[in-house]
């Protein structure tokens, strides 16, 4: 391989994360840091780290021409975007490309195909996987044709334009009018086009999601599912693999959904095929793909024994897989909880400032991903994510059991993190047992009974 | 906190009455500000460092100025300028890159630089180039005074907040 330098264009846990895999690989990086962030784990790792801009991400984190000319001068021969940022903008990846840069991730044209809620259900059709009964409407008249399909309680949200922006749920086929026609105007104005998105609401789903890898020379591989259910507003806060929730013929249809869809589109890099799942009827719907590495992938990576990091770095450089689909067998089970600088007694308002306290807890079998020092002062620009907590085990048991040590005898000080919210998580039953859906953590807060 | 913690006006009164002064060394410290002000060869303690880098071994005996602060230390100033016209007026001020590029210090390759070492600008007066892909964007001193020093050289990459020029503040024209 040739590259010998990398540009990391991002922040945080994933910027250290990235750092480490390209120290293994004998790769320099260059890290792009915002002026809040001079102080960071990350610029102390890197090779180098050069200020691209104010605090503000959209001058430093966004801001492409100052990445692109920053990685350029410190001859940096590919930039990899991490997860959020500009990890799935398809013109970024193009700007690299123009410039001679490897982007580390999907195509442009994969991107553009994946980053938009209707092509991306058009395609996942196109290839035979199930997508939730719903689709598109340009009129009342057509929207209430389609309810009666897609059946009630159903979400109404804007066609174009991403986001939670808009979205209104409808319990009632008496309530469809009203909410038709005001997210049918808010998305004119705020999109330029009307449409209306008309969705089957599931209540009791979990989130499942399958890990895909493929290279530039049409291999494909998937690397087992996880599964998220336990979200905060869509937040996820414990991610697992494998998923205990699938018996052993909806987890290969679970599998070979997600190969058809890399298949399909000759997927490059390292991407996640997200689904949601009835476990009452047992159906499983498409949602979307997340072309970038996401912000679970240890889970994966416990399991698996790859290291996806180095692989996603390997095949944006043009190296065919070196693993077949025969060679991925899972071991053992992984929960992953996310630290984050929110205090649970005040709706998970985030809490930065100075860490005057850090001693994460030496556990076997407990990997911590995270950019926390003592002294660190954490800054208000930016996620809340202070540490990634993994725990393997044998079995699921096992893996919660470390899980919970690890919580109960990190000590942190300085700001207020959700770690009693994790601790409680742990020992309620319904988590033990995995019944959780993705609304449950929400209604648990609106009734009282968490924090 | 402006780049040089030393008030330049004291300074340069210091200088002027020493010049007619009988004296070979002469110390004054003033909170984190030291000042150390020699006439002739330096002591053999205190060779090496900064001291050696600006001083003149030789006679004729000038006035060799330290100054020590947590900022970096001027260039000896050469005005162009008369003195009479360019009083110093407090601190030096730093003009620091306002994004991530590449410093220019000409308009054009093959061109005079934009100002040099010496040169007396005002507060609009264009003092390099800073290019983010193809994009130029004039950066100006932001002060009336005289360059003391440069910090960046032509096609360096600049970080957001680098700095690139100090200049002495004095009455605008």
Redesign the interface.
């Known amino acids: 391989m040739s590259a010998r330098r990398i540009f990391v264009a991002n922040r945080g846990e994933i910027a250290v994360r990235v750092i480490d895999a390209c120290q293994r690989l004998g790769i320099e990086t260059v890290l792009g840091v915002s002026a809040a962030d001079k102080q960071t784990l990350g610029a102390m790792r890197a090779t180098r780290a050069v200020t691209l801009g104010g605090a503000r991400s959209t001058e430093s984190y966004l801001n492409q021409p100052a990445i692109v000319h920053a990685a350029m001068s410190t001859g940096c021969a590919a930039v990899h975007p991490g997860y959020g940022f500009l990890s799935e903008r398809a013109d970024f990846a193009r700007l690299c490309e123009e410039n001679g840069l490897i982007f580390i991730g999907a195509t442009p044209e994969q991107l553009e195909t994946l980053g938009d809620k209707l092509s991306a259900r058009a395609f996942a059709q196109s290839v035979g996987v199930p997508v939730s009964p719903g689709g598109p409407t340009k009129t009342l008249d057509e929207a209430k044709a389609l309810a009666i399909e897609v059946g009630y309680p159903l979400l109404v949200k804007a066609a174009f334009g991403g986001g939670g922006r808009g979205m209104k749920l409808v319990e009632r086929a008496d309530d469809l009018n009203e909410a038709w026609s005001v997210a049918s105007s808010e998305a004119a104005s705020s999109f330029g086009d009307g449409t209306v998105f008309l969705e089957r609401f599931v209540r009791a789903a979990k989130h499942i999601e399958v890990q895909i890898l493929g290279d530039r020379h049409g291999g494909c591989l998937q690397l087992g599912e996880r599964e998220c259910s336990l979200q905060f507003r869509y937040q996820k806060i414990l991610e697992e693999a494998p998923s205990s929730s699938l018996n052993a013929a909806d987890r290969e249809k679970l599998h070979s959904y997600a190969l058809r869809i890399a298949n399909g589109l000759k997927y490059q890099g390292l991407g996640t095929v997200e689904f949601l799942y009835d476990v009452a009827k047992r159906d499983i719907w498409f949602l979307e793909v997340n072309p970038r590495v996401q912000v679970e992938h240890p889970v994966t990576e416990a399991v698996t024994g790859v290291d996806l990091v180095r692989e996603q770095i390997l095949v944006a450089f043009g190296e065919p897989l070196r693993l077949a689909q025969s060679d991925i067998r899972l071991e053992g089970h992984a929960v992953e909880l996310r630290l984050t600088a929110q205090n649970p007694a005040n709706g998970l308002k985030p809490s930065p400032g100075r860490l005057t306290k850090w001693r994460p807890s030496p556990i076997g079998g407990v990997r911590w991903d995270s950019h926390m020092y003592e002294g660190y002062l954490f800054p208000p620009y930016y996620d809340a994510l202070m540490a990634k907590i993994i725990a393997f085990g044998q079995n699921r048991e096992t893996a919660l059991l470390r899980a919970g040590q690890a919580v109960d005898r990190l000590e942190v000080a300085g700001p207020i993190t959700n770690a009693t919210l994790l601790k409680q998580l742990l020992a309620t039953q319904a988590v033990i047992e995995n019944s959780v859906t993705t609304q449950w953590l929400e209604e648990q807060f609106a009734r009282g009974a968490l924090p | 906190m402006s780049a040089l913690n030393i008030d330049l006006e004291e300074l340069a009164a210091v200088v002027r009455l020493l010049k007619e002064a009988d004296f070979s060394e002469f110390r004054y410290t003033k909170g984190d500000v030291s000042l150390v002000v020699r006439r002739g060869e330096l002591p053999a303690e205190s060779s090496g460092g900064e001291a050696a880098a600006t001083a003149a071994p030789t006679p004729p005996p000038a006035p060799t100025i330290v100054a020590r602060t947590t900022a970096p230390k001027p260039s000896a100033p050469a005005p162009r300028a008369s003195e009479s016209e360019s009083i110093p007026r407090g601190p030096s001020s730093t003009v620091h890159a306002p994004?991530?590029?590449?410093f220019y210090a000409t308009p054009k390759p093959g061109e005079p630089p934009f100002v040099r070492l010496g040169d007396r600008v005002e507060a609009d007066t264009v003092v390099c180039i800073i290019e983010?892909?193809k994009?130029m964007n004039s950066v100006v001193a932001g002060v009336a005074g005289i360059v003391i020093a440069v910090h960046a050289s032509d096609g360096d990459?600049v970080?957001?907040?680098?700095a690139l020029f100090t200049i002495q503040p004095v009455e605008p024209l």
């Open positions: 994004l991530l590029g590449s983010v892909m994009l990459l970080e957001h907040g680098q």
